[in-house]
């Protein structure tokens, strides 16, 4: 018997991921070994039902709408990772930007150039081939794109796309590659230095092969839902380039500027281009292009705000800079800003923002769930930290921000305010989360799980084998942690048996350093190893286990919003 049993065991235990009401139960003894059905519970509202076809967003008079004439103003965050993270961290990100804000808005980062930090197999962009006289593509990361914009379609999340990143002189801060590692493959150039003989701006034969990747990029045919990306409406703009400087002190040269948006407009009409310019100078008049500013093919104007402090990039920039670029019939986004030293200074830059009739603005920068448990870090020097959804303060993890709790809540209050709405009395209901059974040497064995979106805490139940009702074993998990790190200990002899997890906590003191855009560091979020990933349960099932007197149970979880709501049970998992 009890061989049969531990057979039994064994089949349930590879049944993770499967609904307690379908497992196999294919005799009387697997029968009495099921789990009880779980207990009901709330449905989440971060999935989209009945979502309207927003069409194209579209300029007028300095404010944005959509096809149906919704206005569409908007306060969010830029998601740097998206196009190079996993589909559960993609579809994370969307539940996160849809259910949070009034107009769900985001600007992921540049196409990848193979570079210094980035190899092929990394690259949107590999190399040149003389023979086609083309680039070459990496077919792979461009499917990463195709299901990022499918997605996005599916949480009617629009997308700002710039594509091409700029040089900024240095080797030491080539992160994604960028304009100058494509002059070096365009021209055969053997060394970054050597690039310095080929102005951007201003060489013909870069000007029309980046065309050849805008003709690429634009006429692609999306493989997850087979729209041409030129005429996908998820697309809210594209933008020329990412920070694009001229000189290191003035916007990207006008003519430039239109002759790209020339080309992109010819192939994506209905789709607003946004001059991806940074200046970096102190001077509202010089940090815009004229001829760019005169262009009826440039719809948008940007700039990125960080603390108040050098002048260049002082937030409350903000009101002069948007009514210039309004004198000109323009409309005046802001593409990134942030790094504050407080509260109150998020709140006045908002308060400027709709002050000024400023259409849009994306904090950078914020982070998803990790397909590992735990979430996706990323710093950004001067102990500033990427943001995660809902927030928490204070922190219990070094690479989280000490003042992202308000920094989230802040920013979803103001999504509201740009489009004269109220505030939702309630935050969002968590996704399901999904769980796994680690067995860990050092922690032993416990429950790791992916995190549902807008989740605040988790609840662990649990039912030992033969009972017929669920116990709730724990009533305040946290999953604001490290990539791969999530993790809750259970006790096989006594499964029903309550656990109280105490957290400690960081100091919620902000740093007050200035900022010094290092741009763009690498991401903490996959470590070579992480302690808690699933893959580390089938060396667990191979284990010979010891005798436990059959005191093994089974276990779910589910996430709680911050008003104390929980959303529905994860999937049913067996520890013994």
């Given at each position: 018997?009890?061989?049969?049993?531990?057979?039994?065991?064994?089949?349930?235990?590879?049944?993770?991921?499967?609904?307690?009401?379908?497992?196999?139960?294919?005799?009387?003894?697997?029968?009495?070994?099921?789990?009880?059905?779980?207990?009901?519970?709330?449905?989440?509202?971060?999935?989209?039902?009945?979502?309207?076809?927003?069409?194209?967003?579209?300029?007028?008079?300095?404010?944005?709408?959509?096809?149906?004439?919704?206005?569409?103003?908007?306060?969010?965050?830029?998601?740097?990772?998206?196009?190079?993270?996993?589909?559960?961290?993609?579809?994370?990100?969307?539940?996160?930007?849809?259910?949070?804000?009034?107009?769900?808005?985001?600007?992921?980062?540049?196409?990848?150039?193979?570079?210094?930090?980035?190899?092929?197999?990394?690259?949107?962009?590999?190399?040149?081939?003389?023979?086609?006289?083309?680039?070459?593509?990496?077919?792979?990361?461009?499917?990463?794109?195709?299901?990022?914009?499918?997605?996005?379609?599916?949480?009617?999340?629009?997308?700002?796309?710039?594509?091409?990143?700029?040089?900024?002189?240095?080797?030491?801060?080539?992160?994604?590659?960028?304009?100058?590692?494509?002059?070096?493959?365009?021209?055969?150039?053997?060394?970054?230095?050597?690039?310095?003989?080929?102005?951007?701006?201003?060489?013909?034969?870069?000007?029309?092969?980046?065309?050849?990747?805008?003709?690429?990029?634009?006429?692609?045919?999306?493989?997850?839902?087979?729209?041409?990306?030129?005429?996908?409406?998820?697309?809210?703009?594209?933008?020329?380039?990412?920070?694009?400087?001229?000189?290191?002190?003035?916007?990207?040269?006008?003519?430039?500027?239109?002759?790209?948006?020339?080309?992109?407009?010819?192939?994506?009409?209905?789709?607003?281009?946004?001059?991806?310019?940074?200046?970096?100078?102190?001077?509202?008049?010089?940090?815009?292009?004229?001829?760019?500013?005169?262009?009826?093919?440039?719809?948008?104007?940007?700039?990125?705000?960080?603390?108040?402090?050098?002048?260049?990039?002082?937030?409350?920039?903000?009101?002069?800079?948007?009514a210039y670029v309004q004198s000109f019939g323009?409309?005046?986004?802001?593409?990134?800003?942030?790094?504050?030293?407080?509260?109150?200074?998020?709140?006045?830059?908002?308060?400027?923002?709709?002050?000024?009739?400023?259409?849009?603005?994306?904090?950078?920068?914020?982070?998803?769930?990790?397909?590992?448990?735990?979430f996706i870090t990323h710093g950004e020097g001067?102990?500033?930290?990427?943001?995660?959804?809902?927030?928490?303060?204070?922190?219990?993890?070094?690479?989280?921000?000490?003042?992202?709790?308000?920094?989230?809540?802040?920013?979803?209050?103001?999504?509201?305010?740009?489009?004269?709405?109220?505030?939702?009395?309630?935050?969002?209901?968590?996704?399901?989360?999904?769980?796994?059974?680690?067995?860990?040497?050092?922690?032993?064995?416990?429950?790791?799980?992916?995190?549902?979106?807008?989740?605040?805490?988790?609840?662990?139940?649990?039912?030992?084998?033969?009972?017929?009702?669920?116990?709730?074993?724990?009533?305040?998990?946290?999953?604001?942690?490290?990539?791969?790190?999530?993790?809750?200990?259970?006790?096989?002899?006594?499964?029903?048996?309550?656990?109280?997890?105490?957290?400690?906590?960081?100091?919620?003191?902000?740093?007050?350093?200035?900022?010094?855009?290092?741009?763009?560091?690498?991401?903490?979020?996959?470590?070579?190893?992480?302690?808690?990933?699933?893959?580390?349960?089938g060396e667990a099932r191979d284990t010979p286990?010891?005798?436990?007197?059959?005191?093994?149970?089974?276990?779910?979880?589910?996430?709680?919003?911050?008003?104390?709501?929980?959303?529905?049970?994860?999937?049913?998992?067996?520890?013994?």
């Amino acid at each position: 018997m009890q061989t049969i049993i531990q057979s039994l065991l064994f089949g349930l235990s590879i049944a993770i991921g499967v609904n307690a009401l379908a497992l196999p139960a294919p005799t009387h003894a697997a029968r009495a070994f099921a789990p009880p059905a779980v207990p009901s519970s709330n449905s989440a509202n971060v999935d989209p039902s009945n979502l309207p076809n927003y069409g194209f967003i579209r300029p007028s008079n300095g404010h944005l709408y959509d096809g149906l004439g919704n206005l569409w103003d908007f306060a969010t965050f830029n998601s740097p990772h998206l196009l190079t993270c996993e589909p559960f961290e993609v579809v994370d990100t969307m539940r996160t930007l849809a259910a949070g804000f009034a107009r769900p808005v985001s600007r992921t980062y540049v196409l990848q150039v193979t570079s210094i930090n980035i190899p092929a197999d990394q690259a949107h962009i590999v190399s040149w081939d003389n023979t086609t006289m083309d680039w070459v593509y990496n077919e792979a990361m461009f499917q990463k794109m195709d299901f990022v914009l499918a997605t996005a379609a599916q949480y009617g999340v629009k997308i700002v796309h710039p594509i091409i990143n700029q040089d900024y002189g240095s080797q030491d801060t080539n992160y994604a590659g960028n304009w100058a590692d494509l002059i070096r493959m365009r021209y055969g150039f053997a060394t970054y230095e050597d690039t310095y003989a080929v102005n951007w701006f201003a060489d013909p034969i870069m000007l029309e092969s980046f065309k050849l990747i805008i003709n690429y990029y634009l006429n692609r045919i999306n493989t997850v839902n087979g729209i041409r990306y030129g005429d996908d409406p998820t697309f809210l703009a594209h933008e020329t380039g990412n920070e694009m400087n001229y000189l290191g002190y003035l916007p990207a040269p006008g003519n430039w500027t239109v002759a790209v948006a020339t080309f992109i407009k010819s192939l994506a009409p209905r789709t607003m281009v946004l001059d991806g310019s940074l200046a970096r100078n102190n001077y509202t008049d010089q940090s815009f292009a004229l001829e760019a500013l005169q262009s009826p093919l440039v719809d948008l104007f940007s700039y990125h705000y960080y603390r108040d402090n050098p002048p260049a990039y002082d937030y409350r920039r903000i009101n002069a800079d948007s009514a210039y670029v309004q004198s000109f019939g323009k409309t005046y986004v802001v593409g990134e800003h942030g790094f504050y030293a407080n509260y109150s200074e998020f709140s006045d830059f908002f308060y400027r923002q709709k002050e000024s009739n400023t259409a849009g603005s994306m904090v950078w920068s914020i982070r998803p769930h990790s397909a590992e448990g735990g979430f996706i870090t990323h710093g950004e020097g001067d102990g500033i930290f990427s943001y995660h959804a809902p927030g928490w303060s204070p922190q219990q993890t070094a690479d989280f921000d000490p003042l992202e709790l308000g920094i989230i809540h802040i920013t979803r209050n103001a999504s509201y305010t740009m489009v004269n709405n109220n505030v939702p009395a309630f935050f969002p209901i968590p996704n399901a989360p999904e769980i796994w059974v680690v067995n860990n040497a050092t922690a032993g064995t416990g429950l790791s799980w992916l995190g549902g979106a807008w989740a605040q805490h988790y609840e662990v139940w649990a039912v030992q084998f033969g009972n017929l009702f669920w116990t709730k074993i724990a009533t305040y998990v946290l999953d604001d942690v490290d990539a791969g790190t999530a993790y809750f200990p259970i006790d096989v002899y006594a499964p029903e048996q309550a656990t109280t997890i105490t957290y400690s906590a960081l100091p919620t003191n902000a740093p007050n350093i200035p900022w010094s855009d290092p741009k763009l560091p690498k991401t903490t979020g996959h470590p070579g190893w992480l302690p808690f990933k699933r893959d580390q349960m089938g060396e667990a099932r191979d284990t010979p286990q010891p005798d436990l007197g059959w005191k093994s149970g089974f276990y779910v979880m589910r996430g709680v919003s911050v008003d104390g709501i929980p959303g529905p049970f994860s999937n049913v998992v067996i520890a013994y």
